[in-house]
């Protein structure tokens, strides 16, 4: 089984980013942890973890919250 991610931008939109395979949830949890702030200033509003073709959770925000 292989965990990677799906950028989004605005409007949901796919938007292209690196294609890094990971081999645990943890593994794509902590490179998430490390790497959102990059790409977020490349465009990516938003990500969804997929485990192979399955959507383990989607939506998650990578924009700041307001104060």
């Keep these: 089984m292989a965990w990677s991610w799906r950028y989004e931008g605005p409007q ?5 980013g690196p294609a890094e395979t990971f081999s645990s949830q943890s593994d794509a ?3 998430m ?20 073709d399955r959507v ?3 939506g998650m925000s990578l924009l700041p919250k307001p104060e």
């Design 33 to 52: 942890g490390q790497s959102w702030r990059d790409l977020a200033t490349n465009g990516v509003t938003s990500v969804t973890l997929m485990e192979d």
């Design 12 to 16: 949901g939109q796919p938007v292209a």
């Design 56 to 58: 383990e959770y989607r």
């Design 29 to 31: 949890e902590s490179w």
